[in-house]
Every structure is written in C-alpha cells, then in structure tokens.
C-alpha cells in the first residue's frame, strides 16, 4: 500500500488534503471508512488518547485492520495529540501509521527534544510523525492579534530541522471544540504563507477545522438538546488553506460528533419506545456519512484520489 507521505506529497501537487476524521465508536469508524470507500478518497483514522482509552487499544487496532482488508481506499490509523513518548511509542508498537506528538504546550528546547525522541524512534519503523508547534486558541474579538499563540514561522523551520518531524500542526487561528469564535472566524493567512516560505513543499496540518453546521444544532436542540452559541471556522476559509496552501491534513472530530448526537436525539425522540442501540444509532451513523462526504466533497477535494 502507497504511504501516507506518498498522499501527502500527492495532495501537495494536486491542490486536495486527507481528512483526519476523530472517531470513538464503531459506529463512527463505520461512517468515515464506508464513505471513503465509496468516493474513492484516501483517509486517516485518528483517535486521542482518551478514545484510545475509552475503546480499548486492541479494540481500535483489531477493527481497522478489519476495515483496512474490506476496503480498496487506503486507510490511516492515527494518533492524535499524543501527550507523552509512552504513549506515541504504544501506538508505534501497536502497528499504528501514523502519530502525533503534540508537545506544544512545553517552551520550544522541550518541545523539540520530545517530538526528535518520538521521530527517532518512530522513524526506525516507517512510521510517520506529525509535531506541533504554537498553541491553538481562536480569535476571539477583543483578543490582541499580536497574541503569541500563533505559529512563529522562523522557529517552525528551525523545528523542522532539529526533530526531523515528517509534517507540522500550525496555529493560524483555529481552535478544538464548538465554542471557536465570538464573531466571525478568521485565519492568518498571512502567517500560513510565511510559514511557507520558510518551509516550501513541507506537509502542513489544521486541527480545530470543524465548521459546525447549523442545522445539526438545530436538531439537537430541536430534540431536546442544548447547544448555545456554537460556533465553527467559516469552510470557505479551510478550503483556501487546502487549495492554495500546503495544509494536506485536516483534522474534524467536532462535526462529527454533532451529527452523531443530532441523529442519535432524532431517532430517539420520533421513536420514544425504541431502546434498541442498533436502530437509534443507524441515524446518528447516517448524518455522519453525510458530514464526511461534504467534507470530502466540498472542503478536501479527495474524491477520486487513490
Ligand atoms: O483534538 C482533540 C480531539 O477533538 C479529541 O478530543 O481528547 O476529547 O477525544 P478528545
Ligand atoms: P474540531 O474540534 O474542530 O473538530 O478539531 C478536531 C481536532 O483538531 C482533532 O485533533
Ligand atoms: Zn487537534
């Protein structure tokens, strides 16, 4: 099977970026990779350290690897923000593709040496390595835009250099979770072409790209739910980052999680006496296939890319 930098170095070329779709369930793993299949579209698995937790890790590995058999589209199993060489090793062993070491939090020296150790060591297997540097918080009005929290483009080359690292995580102004911004969204651009120039033909990745559809808040709240607020980055925005920058990674678990939980509230509410999980859960399964043909379609541009 072609790896995941021959795809990396492929959506560089070709203007189009792998969706990384976060997944903690069966039911979600099912959604992304049908979907993959189904266009054609090249995929990565991602899981955190607390999916991993929650699944069990032989769960995750044993179901991919089933999946990976039952499917034509290459398939990615990652690990997400994993916080410690412990745990990026585990994942290694355990026959993942792919693992991210974010050691942003920790001053640059620290961050460095960590993300060398994990790249070291993962590279003696083949296994690809994202690293991370500047922290990801949203704009939000009244923030000081000299905040920084972005990305420095001259310490993401000297980054680069000293660990190694086969792509990069970027802060240009998304952030994890629903709640990204107060007004309208906005992403520096401006940094991401610095960082560029700095780093020409180098893989880049954004985290926190969900957009959160309105219409699955509206059915969740419509069902009983309650989701104030939420609000995602414009998608007209992440889709300028991959059709005219090197952004070749796109991380969504937020949208995905609100079409589950919208189509889970749905079910539920239109069929008050079912408490069967496979039935309730068919529609939650649904509307994700649904996000992650969008995306693929409308945001990644990775139909058709095997
Ligand atoms: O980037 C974070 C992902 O959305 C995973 O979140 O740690 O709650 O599983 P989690
Ligand atoms: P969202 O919360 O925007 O979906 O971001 C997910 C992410 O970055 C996973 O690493
Ligand atoms: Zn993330």
């Known amino acids: 099977m072609k790896n995941l930098l021959y795809y990396y170095k492929k959506a560089l070329k070709k203007g189009f970026a792998l969706g990384a779709f976060n997944f903690s369930s069966l039911e979600v793993l099912k959604a992304i990779t049908y979907t993959a299949e189904k266009l054609k579209s090249p995929v990565i698995v991602a899981v955190s350290e607390g999916a991993l937790d929650y699944m069990g890790s032989d769960f995750v590995v044993e179901n991919v690897k ?58 003696k297997k083949g296994i690809f390595v994202e690293g991370e540097l500047g922290q990801l918080a949203g704009i939000e009005d009244n923030v000081d835009v000299e905040n920084n929290h972005f990305t420095d483009p001259q310490k993401a080359k000297e980054f680069v250099k000293l660990t190694n690292v086969d792509s990069l995580a970027v802060a240009i102004g998304t952030s994890h979770g629903a709640y990204k911004y107060q007004g309208e969204s906005k992403l520096r ?118």
């Open 189 to 306: 651009f401006d940094i991401l072409q610095e960082i560029e120039k700095k780093l020409s033909g180098f893989p880049l990745v954004l985290h926190g790209a969900s957009s959160v559809n309105e219409n699955y808040v509206e059915i969740i709240n419509k069902n009983g739910g309650s989701i104030n607020n939420a609000k995602g980055v414009n998608e007209e925005l992440t889709k300028m980052a991959v059709q005219m920058h090197n952004v070749v990674k796109i991380n969504i678990d937020t949208d995905l999680r609100m079409a589950f939980t919208a189509g889970v509230r749905q079910s539920l509410n239109e069929k008050p006496e079912n408490f069967d999980q496979r039935k309730y859960c068919l529609l939650g399964q649904k509307y994700v296939e649904n996000v992650v043909e969008h995306k693929i379609k409308n945001l990644l541009n990775s139909e058709n890319k095997l």
């Open 66 to 123: 089933i999946v990976k058999k039952n499917c034509k589209t290459p398939i990615f199993l990652h690990l997400d923000h994993g916080k410690s060489f412990d745990v990026c090793k585990k994942a290694v062993d355990l026959g993942f593709d792919s693992v991210m070491i974010d050691a942003s939090a920790l001053p640059f020296e620290e961050n460095v040496s960590l993300t060398k150790q994990v790249c070291d060591y993962a590279h």
